[in-house]
């Protein structure tokens, strides 16, 4: 398959030879939920490349709520033979659309994921959370699967009063009065949620608590902050903190996120959860924007502070707080791009997709 973006082939060439045993996926059907989502539709082109390369029989079925909006994400991906497109949504009875599908593995990634329609439909953020997830592991418990992978993330930590070094047994606080804690609290509930699932029926699951992903393959309206940070140095604009930018950041180039989920995939243990970030990319908001502004953009913007007191935006709470890795890092496991380089490729895909 001929891939026009030169950044998103080197990635994917770079994940089929990661040191995956791929064999463990070869001829297995996987359902993806989340498919139009930036996690679900890079893990799934990247499975597909690999598939084409590696000849290993792999069948996607990919969950959608809008097939137009798959089009525009996938391009010739769209057509390949291998990945079947579902229009649904997670909230519906599955047994309306996929009732008479084999499933070996359920990738379940679809999440709200933007602050503002957190706090504008906090009630839809919820059901979304946790109906779509009850439905995916129902599924998961009568299709009798292999594996299902729930795509958590860090905010499911909380905040901590004090710079942390977090591993998976740590917990923070999350305000439950706060209208923008409904993500932090749903990614906490559907995770115990799995581990029911996993004690009560032995659905065997396995959570991945992603940092900030970012970099090449970023869907065109993608709109968090490192996004805004790039569109930025891409348009020569200041860029424009509406916080103090002290919450510390972790992220993960977006290739080495789904290499972990891989790992995690073939390598890892029913009923675990795993922290997935890079461990040099701990920044915070305010250090991140003058790297792009001096170092990606040569200086030639600047960082302009215009704070936002009533939060009508919804950012997350400050945390300061490092992920430990040391547990996906025992499974082989090992990230490969640095912040700068992060968005330095992330920015040559966008300018190339234009």
């Given at each position: 398959?001929?891939?026009e ?16 045993d ?50 525009t ?68 418990e ?72 970012f ?44 290499t ?66 040391s ?12 912040m ?12 190339d997709?234009?």
């Amino acid at each position: 398959m001929v891939i026009e973006d030169s950044i998103l082939n080197e990635d994917f060439e770079y994940i089929a030879e990661c040191g995956i045993d791929f064999s463990a996926l070869a001829g297995k059907t996987v359902l993806v939920t989340g498919a139009t989502g930036l996690i679900g539709s890079y893990f799934i082109r990247a499975m597909a490349f690999c598939n084409e390369l590696k000849k290993l029989n792999i069948n996607i079925l990919a969950l959608v709520r809008n097939i137009e909006k798959a089009k525009t994400i996938y391009g010739a991906f769209y057509d390949d033979p291998a990945i079947r497109f579902i229009e649904s949504d997670i909230n519906d009875d599955h047994h309306n659309y996929i009732s008479d599908e084999h499933i070996d593995i359920i990738i379940h990634a679809a999440s709200v994921t933007t602050s503002k329609i957190m706090v504008e439909k906090p009630v839809e953020t919820i059901r979304t959370a946790l109906i779509g997830t009850e439905n995916m592991l129902k599924l998961a418990e009568e299709k009798k699967v292999s594996l299902f992978v729930y795509v958590s993330s860090m905010e499911a930590y909380g905040t901590f009063k004090e710079s942390v070094y977090v591993s998976e047994d740590d917990m923070g606080y999350i305000d439950p009065v706060k209208i923008r804690s409904n993500y932090s609290l749903c990614k906490r509930m559907c995770e115990n949620m799995c581990i029911a699932y996993y004690s009560e029926y032995g659905v065997p699951v396995r959570i991945a608590r992603l940092s900030q992903t970012f970099g090449a393959g970023i869907l065109p309206w993608e709109n968090r902050v490192f996004a805004q940070f790039a569109r930025s140095a891409i348009e020569n604009k200041d860029i424009v903190l509406r916080t103090k930018g002290l919450s510390e950041g972790n992220y993960c180039y977006t290739r080495d996120t789904i290499t972990a989920l891989l790992y995690l995939i073939v390598k890892g243990k029913d009923g675990e959860a795993y922290n997935i970030a890079n461990e040099a990319n701990h920044t915070n908001i305010a250090d991140m924007a003058e790297l792009v502004a001096q170092k990606i953009a040569d200086g030639r913007i600047k960082v302009v502070f215009d704070i936002d007191e009533d939060n009508r935006s919804g950012y997350a709470p400050d945390t300061k707080m490092k992920l430990n890795t040391s547990k996906i890092r025992s499974l082989g496991w090992t990230p490969s791009v640095d912040m700068e380089e992060s968005y330095r490729r992330m920015i040559k895909s966008m300018v190339d997709n234009k």
